[in-house]
């Protein structure tokens, strides 16, 4: 007889990361609007800044300034509600599907772009 091994995820795993998701989620709404809107689009979906200008009606320089007070803030509120374990380079975070890495005092690795 030939076992076939088990190929579903974890429970704790995916209970885990609907958690860290959600949590996610929840840190991202607390945001400005147009801070959380530029950062979406940076990160999320992968957007160029001059494309986020054109999209926002704001200068690229603004676009950046957002970005970058998004990712400062939203590391605060992650690193308040969850620990170091969001912002250290060796625990990835899931966002929405696509791993991305968020490192204390920086913006996203070299994974991230």
Known sequence: MHEIPDSSPDPEVSY???????????????????????????????????????????????????????RRKLRQKLQRHAGSAWTAGRDASPMFGKKKHIRQNQGPCDVCG
């Open 16 to 70: 885990s990361e609907r958690e860290r998701e959600k949590i996610l989620f929840s840190s991202l709404d607390k945001l400005p609007h147009g801070t959380r809107k530029a950062l979406q689009l940076r990160e999320l979906d992968g957007r160029s800044t001059e494309e986020i200008a054109r999209i926002m009606g704001i200068s690229v320089g603004a676009v950046k300034a957002r970005v970058f007070q998004g």
